[in-house]
């Protein structure tokens, strides 16, 4: 039985076929024996290269994306210490900020109190929830040892399912 791979992108915004994208990245894990993101970009630097659309080679509009990119790590590594009750006074920390734009998008963030005080905000911070698990089972489902945690996220999810016809 011969086995065959399709590449697909998850998300389907890049300038080059899956397939032959995924196909030449096995080739480059094969011939170093490992992928790293550094092997990858440099493997891409030639103007004909495969994978070079992929890139912005215009170093003023690369520049701008980086500096986003650290903003959206300032904004994710900032934390904040919650009391949780007063008789108690042990502080949980906390993400200061979190996104409440839809997966898989990234880029707009509220005060995690205001998150979960909002009922818009809650509902979609729990949808993303929802589907960062999914994506964690997806990922690890070969592992027969988390099954049973993967028993309690399809119930979880179960649970949670929109009464309006939706899904998650």
Same mark, same amino acid.
């Given at each position: 039985?011969?086995?065959?791979k399709?590449?697909?992108?998850?998300?389907?915004?890049q300038?080059?076929?899956?397939?032959s994208a995924?196909e030449?990245?096995?080739?480059?894990?094969?011939?170093?024996?490992?992928?790293?993101?550094?092997l990858v970009?440099?493997?891409?630097?030639? #103007?004909?290269?495969? !994978?070079?659309?992929c890139? %912005?080679?215009?170093?003023? *509009?690369?520049a701008e994306?980086y500096?986003?990119?650290?903003?959206?790590?300032?904004?994710?590594?900032?934390?904040?210490?919650?009391?949780q009750?007063?008789?108690e006074?042990?502080?949980e920390?906390?993400?200061a900020?979190? #996104?409440?734009?839809? !997966?898989?998008?990234?880029? %707009?963030?509220?005060?995690? *109190?205001?998150?979960?005080?909002?009922?818009?905000?809650h509902?979609?911070?729990?949808q993303n929830a929802l589907?960062?698990?999914?994506a964690?089972q997806?990922?690890?489902?070969?592992?027969?040892?988390?099954?049973a945690?993967f #028993?309690?996220i399809d119930?979880?999810c179960?649970?949670?399912?929109?009464?309006a016809?939706?899904?998650?």
């Amino acid at each position: 039985m011969i086995y065959q791979k399709k590449y697909t992108w998850r998300i389907n915004n890049q300038p080059v076929d899956a397939q032959s994208a995924g196909e030449h990245l096995a080739a480059l894990e094969l011939q170093h024996n490992s992928l790293t993101p550094e092997l990858v970009l440099d493997d891409a630097r030639p #103007s004909d290269a495969l !994978l070079h659309p992929c890139f %912005e080679w215009d170093d003023t *509009k690369a520049a701008e994306k980086y500096r986003v990119e650290q903003a959206r790590y300032i904004i994710g590594n900032i934390v904040v210490h919650i009391e949780q009750r007063e008789s108690e006074k042990i502080p949980e920390t906390t993400r200061a900020f979190i #996104s409440i734009t839809p !997966l898989p998008h990234k880029g %707009e963030f509220v005060s995690v *109190k205001r998150a979960f005080s909002n009922e818009t905000y809650h509902e979609q911070i729990l949808q993303n929830a929802l589907a960062e698990l999914r994506a964690f089972q997806k990922k690890y489902n070969g592992l027969t040892e988390l099954d049973a945690v993967f #028993s309690v996220i399809d119930q979880v999810c179960a649970d949670q399912q929109p009464s309006a016809g939706g899904s998650v």
